[in-house]
Each structure stands twice: as structure tokens, then as C-alpha cells.
């Protein structure tokens, strides 16, 4: 990889993962509509004289295609992440995920770029139906989607393993994570009890019954796991130039736990409501726990647990209220 | 079921449809954008009282959801099926299959309409991974698309999923069918090789070795299991309210048993030239073969054999030239 091109590279993942790309001597070109993107993660990498930035919509096919040119590697990851009010927009997962995929995929084909790295998710299993209580493994039985998101995000995978399996691709990295903690997080559950706690320290509303059950993985583990499986290469003479990976930690926590973590690191105590029911929002999944047996003989293991990832996000929130004036809307 | 609203009503499978609910006392609103389907398969059809077409097209949103209005179930048939070509022109799976189903439901959800039925295929098995030679079920580990028709029928009952279990549709019903033959037929192995015959009794040029081997459905068979399984109502009380079945015989045969009905029935034997290879195009499968416990324990079967199937549809290409020059392009 010389050069490598970033979706979403303003987002949280993608700038960290600029910035690690950077360090390595790989130049990178970020391509993201500042949407949800945040210009002030990229500040450093904007200092660096091979990094470039270009401001644009995976819906617009030919400035994508433009932008693309000279890259040896995509990096897909931008996305609407919005899972929870998919319903507010439907349109907007096909839009920014689906056919975004696509037109990453055809500006490939143009540039004659055959490596791609793609973030889906695990709420791709659905509801696990199978194996409940067990870990996910990629293999999992055909699920049915439980969420636009979801849906999206196969949509996504399914277009990438057709371009490969179509010899369009030489390497494809399906990389399907549970959700991602800590420097630069701005979404999620800990950003929203954060907030809630910030402004009022004695309650917290909390969407479910606190029993679901939800594996995390901290930011840079993640970049990690994707830069050793793109590194090694496994797609290149494989049977399937697709390779799925499940990424995540080997233990999940409910998110009563979660609130425990956070409310003892903050010294509150605070009463919790909840709203009930053992799902956060329609089609949320109450148990998210991957398998991550085939990525872990790579080499690759995390180094943070849940319990360490969920403190560094909080110590983040805290030194950076900022991001909750730019994300209030 | 009393008005049902047919997208791809034009076509082999869509017009056969058309004409066995008017049959059974149902009002049909026909939908079509005529860009394969054919008039003359509606011409029985157009003198019913309570038939109507309407010419659009999917992603002509608007219009979609007005023709929709007043319809109670819908049968989602219409498609780009030409999944050999996908690669001459990769953004119509994605339009007229993915952007299409999206529109589709989208025009329910404004109708407040709650029924669906889906044509989906085999191919999104696929390679069916842990189960070679062995009938693949609804349940088979999640696959990786290899073909972009694949993948666009798996976005497409991902939507249908999400809708359902999002609370949007209460009955989804997705059937994944085996190749479908019969009256009609316009699309296919044996339109192929019947035309090369046609023109060439002594020689047939046949894609890939003659290995493949894949299972057939007759369309009238087809329509049966449609019909019987959305009349039995499974998915309105299931824990999923979406439903998915196989659709197929419990049979398959391979290229070269194709060709011998075929010549058989011509009084042919033509000498055989195979292009090569275990796969008659890029993304092809080379077996086919679907597991139908499920929709059999419903109570419905296939009433034809693939061969008596293949005989009807060599006998109706014999009685219906005109389907070579309309579709000739």
C-alpha cells in the first residue's frame, strides 16, 4: 500500500486511521461531506505534506472517480451510522451506504483499483438465530435483517464480494464490527449517558431494560486488526478474493455493567429510568458478540478491554465538549 | 387477499400470475415498465373487468405509490433477471433491483399496505459453502454474492426484512426460486439453445463444459406455491414476520441431460462445442440445487417433473416464434 484513499476520513474511525496511515509512510488522500465528519480530527494530518483532503459526496460518482486517481487501496468507511433513527430517513442507508458502495466500487473499476477494505457491522447477523448466547462467527446462518442499517451494510458487502468474485477486485476485506470506543467517539451510547450525566447528574434515561448485551472494541485495536489483515494478504490467492472478518473483543458487557463503568469513573450515583422492553429502539439487536476466532489466528488480539475502552471514551467526552455543540441538532 | 398489485406484470412469471388470480375472483393492478415484459402475455388479461396495467417504472417513485393506491397485497416480480450480462451494465442490478424493491416498499408504507411477496433466487446462496452436493437450505451459512444479480436480489430481501421486522409489513413472504420454465419463457438455456437449433439443427454451442448442473421449476408450479403459501398466512403471527422459501423440485439435472431432452424432442443430435470451464459465465453457479422442506411441509408440491417442464417450454418456443424477434436485440 502506497497510497491509500479514506471514505469518511474526517469521521472518527477514518481520521484515526489517517493518522496511523500517515505514520506509517503511506500518503492518503481523505475524501468526506463533512456531514458528520469533523475538520478538527484532521488537523494534524492536514500538517502533513502527503496527506490531501477533498470534500465530497459518495453520491457524486464522478468527483469520487476524479478523486480516487493515483490511490493503491481504499478504505471504505463512510456511512450513515444513524442506525437508531433509521425510520426518521429510509432513504438515507440506501443512499449513503448502498449506492455509496456501489460508486466506490465503480470508481475502483475506473481507476483500476483492486484492493478495498470495507467497515460493515455485525448487525448484519440479524438476530443470530442459530447460536443465541454464543458468540457470532462469519459463518452464521443466512440471518434476516432486523434494521435498515443492517440491510444496508449487506447490501454493501454484497456488492464488494460481487466485484471480487467478478474479477473486478483482487483483495476485498470485509471487516464487520461490533461498536467502536474511544478517542474521537461521537455517537453512541456512552456520548448520549455522558451528555444526560453532564447536564443532569442525579438521573439517566436509559432506552431498554439495561439487559442488552453488547460487545465493544477500542478504536485503535481496530485499526490495528484492519492494517495486519490488509497487510497480510490473505484475499490475494484465496479460493474467494472476499475475506470476512469478524472484529471485536472476546467479551461483551450488558449495559448495566456499561453504566456502572461510567457512573463510577464520573463518583455519580444516579437513579436510572429506563424506557423498557429488552431492545434500545426498533430493530435493535439485544445481544451483539462476534466470534472473532478467525481474525485472532491472524495474529491480531486487542489490547484494551471493554472496561479500558469505555474509560478512555468517557476521559475523552470530558476533555472535548466540544463535540456535543457540534453534534447537537 | 382482494386487490393485488403486481410489479413486472408483463412478464413470464408476472403475467402467468396476473391471469391465475384474476381466475380465482382477485382485482389485479398490473404494473410494468414494458422494458421486457409483453403486451400479447397480457392480452386475456386486458379484457377483464377488473384488470387494469399501468406502464411505469420503479424507480419513478411517485407515480409507483399512486398506482399502488388501493391494493391490499403486492407481488414484487419485477427485476433485471439477465444476470449473464451484469458487467455490460453493472448500475441496472443495482437500479432496477436494489432502488427498486427500496421504491417498492417505500410505496406501501405511503399506501399503509402490509402484504408483500418477493421473487427472489437462488443465486444469493452464492456458492453455497458448507453444503456441495448437498440440497442448500433457507438456513445455509451466510454466503458470499458472487454474481451483482445475487447481490441485488440479497439487498432487496434485506429491505423486505427490515420493513418487517421494523414494523412496517406484516406479512413478508420471499421466495428464492430455482430457474422457472414453462409457457411464457422467454429468457434462458433453453431459449438459447432452441434458437441455435432453430437456425443451426447440426451444431450447438453450449457456455461452460456441461457440468453445471441446476434445478428447474415449472411456472405453473411456481404460481402454486405463491399462492398456497401467502394464503396459509405463516409469517402474520411468527416470531419473524418474514417468511423465506426455497422454491424448486426436489430434482436437478445437469447441462448435458438439458441438451438430451431438448435434442430429443427436436429429433436432433447436434454436435455438442462447449466454450469450457465449470461455469457457463463470470458469477455463474455451477449447481444449483435448493433444499424444499419448508415450503413442502406447508402442504404444497411440484405437480412436473424438469422434464416434462423442459418438453412445455421447448413445445410453447415451438408455437411462439415471435418471442424471438421481440426479444432480439
Redo the contacts between chains.
Keep these: 500500500m502506497q497510497h491509500a484513499f479514506i471514505t469518511g476520513a474526517a469521521g472518527f474511525i477514518g481520521s484515526t486511521l489517517v493518522d496511523r496511515l500517515l505514520a506509517h509512510g503511506v500518503s492518503v488522500t481523505g475524501w468526506d461531506n463533512l456531514s458528520t465528519g469533523q475538520l478538527r480530527f484532521l488537523e494534524g494530518a492536514l500538517r502533513h505534506p502527503t496527506f490531501r483532503l477533498i470534500e465530497g459526496d459518495n453520491l457524486d460518482e464522478r468527483a469520487l472517480s476524479a478523486a480516487m486517481r493515483g490511490s493503491d487501496f481504499v478504505f471504505h468507511l463512510a456511512a450513515n451510522a444513524d442506525i437508531k433513527d433509521?425510520?426518521s430517513h429510509?432513504?438515507r442507508d440506501?443512499e449513503q451506504n448502498?449506492?455509496a458502495t456501489?460508486n466506490v466500487l465503480?470508481a475502483m473499476r475506473a481507476n483500476g483499483i483492486k484492493r478495498i477494505a470495507f467497515s460493515s457491522t455485525g448487525s448484519?447477523?440479524?438476530e443470530a438465530?442459530?447460536t443465541p448466547d454464543k458468540p457470532t462467527p462469519?459463518?452464521?446462518?443466512?440471518?434476516?435483517?432486523?434494521?435498515?442499517y443492517?440491510?444496508?451494510k449487506?447490501?454493501g458487502?454484497?456488492?464488494i464480494?460481487?466485484y471480487a468474485?467478478?474479477?473486478?477486485i483482487d483483495e476485498a476485506y470485509i471487516f464487520r464490527f461490533v461498536s467502536i470506543l474511544g478517542e474521537r467517539y461521537t455517537h453512541g451510547h456512552v456520548f448520549d449517558f455522558y451528555q444526560q450525566l453532564r447536564d443532569h447528574p442525579q438521573l439517566l434515561h436509559v432506552l431498554g431494560d439495561g439487559t442488552q448485551r453488547k460487545s465493544y472494541l477500542y478504536v485503535q485495536d481496530c485499526i490495528d486488526a484492519m492494517l495486519h489483515v490488509t497487510h497480510t494478504r490473505t484475499a490475494r490467492d484465496a479460493a474467494?478474493h472476499?475475506q470476512?472478518y469478524n472484529l471485536g473483543t472476546a467479551e461483551y458487557v450488558d449495559v448495566r455493567q456499561s453504566i456502572a463503568v461510567i457512573c463510577q469513573e464520573l463518583g455519580l450515583q444516579p437513579e436510572l429510568k429506563f424506557t423498557g422492553g429488552n431492545r434500545g429502539w426498533?430493530?435493535d439487536n439485544p445481544f451483539i458478540f462476534l466470534d472473532t476466532k478467525k481474525v485472532r489466528a491472524t495474529g491480531w488480539k486487542p489490547a484494551l478491554t471493554i472496561r479500558e475502552a469505555l474509560i478512555r471514551t468517557l476521559q475523552w467526552l470530558q476533555s472535548n465538549p466540544w463535540v456535543y455543540d457540534v453534534r447537537s441538532s
Design positions: 433509521g425510520w429510509p432513504r440506501l448502498t449506492i456501489f465503480e448484519v447477523y440479524g438465530m442459530v462469519e459463518t452464521d446462518p443466512f440471518p434476516i435483517q432486523t434494521s435498515l443492517g440491510a444496508s449487506t447490501a458487502e454484497g456488492l464480494a460481487a468474485e467478478g474479477g473486478q474467494h472476499t470476512i426498533i430493530g
